[in-house]
């Protein structure tokens, strides 16, 4: 009987944080005109990518819906540190597809993979530039049909650049947190940071052209809404 | 004796230098094609092409930035044969000394550009590119050096030229403008190593002003502007001001050069050789200015911005060459230079054998 209340009490001590846990949630919005978009022309002068399209694609730095809503915003808990579960938690994939990464803004923990695909019926050179120490840069080969490549960074850094050399419009951003505690806004510039422990914060908004922004929140023991300023161009 | 009595060239390794020249300077406007398509990256493996021998990489894989990159190598690999042909012709055909090691210096420049080539590469160094690109100026300048004075020209210096002396003071302010041209392309190869696209996007004035703004709000307020298909990294303050010393140091060259023009004239006469290669000297430069200017007005259009490449290097080996033959006449016309002479024109550029 003892030993069976001991477990109980085991039991409800082990979940007692993930129950008090709550998500810190928001929207993230464009005020004014972005800078208008460019077509990839270059694109559409290679043959195996531009085989893929129908009309020239265009950049898109500013991904902006009809109200304002801002994608590609990664929101994340600032100075939160060395709370990473990467190692445990699931790869997140990265297509070349259409001669172009997909998706081009994403977040990741540290330690966490990203398994880096080719669904293109041509080569491309994954080539990763960190800055920030510790992370290693790496240039590799991957052919048509060739077997998915595998990375992953110890130290956090914002917007991590990977690139294709072979086809220099080839991008994709990776953010490096240290914590499983971000998210990169929605089409509908929505986010969600869940299950976040109770305590005082700094939510950090980052996007690779506006810059940053934060807002103190205080999370207890249901959802907090955060409301950034709007994000425009100067 | 006269220099004439003494001096036999052989046409044939002039036209072998020439050649040389010639393949390296399209090798270095093939190098700015790399830099300008951002393909320097493209090839992953040295000195191997995607697993392949280098001259066995199938054609059909010669695609996009790989393109660029392999052909550089190529290329490259053609102006290593050409020099060490080069260098062994010096060695064994040209009486010479200093010649056979300005041959053997070629051979060493030519492969430790090879090497750091593939270093870059290999070492996913940018800064290595900077060095890269400046090896490859100073190679240039060497292998046109040797075309010079394995010349007919260079070998019949002083054979009664009026004026022949050429003053002092000149000679300085040619080498001071040939010096700074040589910082300016190192300044060059640090903002395009840097790849981050222009740092200003327009001409004659930075970002509508004279001297831009580069405090943080007014660099964020850039970037968040630049809307640019090939996604080069933020700009920062400092790339800004390296662009604006690449320009003043644009316009102190062209005031320099005009002045070298306009002094040759007045002290050599306007028929003299050097007075004219002077004149040639400040179209360089003009066109230099123009196609600086076109770069940034049509935002690094690979093309135009490797002629800015090609022209800044044409512009460097010609102050180069113009100091080599400004101090080697002067030498010639000392009283004494029978018996010391400068680079050989004088007392030891004996027959070639």
Known sequence: MKFSSFFLL?????????????????????????PPEKEITPLMDNADCAAMYKATPTTHFYVVGPNGELADVVVSLKDVTGKSTGASAPPVVVD????????????????????????????????????????????DVQMPGGADLTYSFPKPEPFLKFQCDVHPWMFAWVTVVDSPYFCVSDKD????????????????????????QTQEVEVKDSDVTVNFPAFEVK | MSINSQTKTNPWLFRFAVLTASVTFLLIGLGGLVTSHGAGMSVPDWPNTYGYNMFAFPISKWVGGIFYEHTHRLLATAVGLLTTILAVWLWLKDSRTWMHWLGIAAFLGVVAQGILGGLRVTLHMDSLGVFHATVAQLFFILVCAIALFTSRFWTGLNTGAKNFFVPHGLRTLVLATTLLIFVQLIIAATIRHQHAGLAISDFPLAYGKIWPDTSADAVASYNAHRVSVTEE???????????????????????????????????????DSLAKLAIFWLALIFAQVALGAVTIWTNKAADVTTAHVMVGALSLVTGALWCLIGFGRSASALPDAQTFGVFGVQTSMMANK
């Open chain 1, 10 to 34: 085991l039991a409800v001590l082990a979940f007692l944080p993930a129950a008090s846990a709550a998500d810190i949630i928001g929207v993230v919005t464009f005020k004014g005109t972005p």
């Open chain 2, 233 to 271: 990294s933020p700009i920062t303050a400092f790339q800004i001001e390296l662009q604006m010393a690449h320009r003043v140091v644009a316009l102190a060259i062209f005031i320099l050069v005009a002045a070298c023009a306009w002094q040759a004239c007045r002290r050599l006469g306007g028929k």
């Open chain 1, 189 to 212: 510039g929505k986010f969600v940071i869940k299950n976040v422990p109770p305590g005082k914060y700094t939510v950090e908004a980052a996007h690779r052209k506006l810059g940053s």
């Open chain 1, 96 to 139: 070349q597809k259409g001669c172009v990464y997909t998706p081009t803004i994403l977040a990741v923990q540290t330690g966490q993979k990203i398994i880096v695909k080719n669904s293109d019926t041509c080569v491309h050179n994954v080539h990763c530039k960190p800055t920030v120490d510790g992370n290693q840069e790496s240039n």
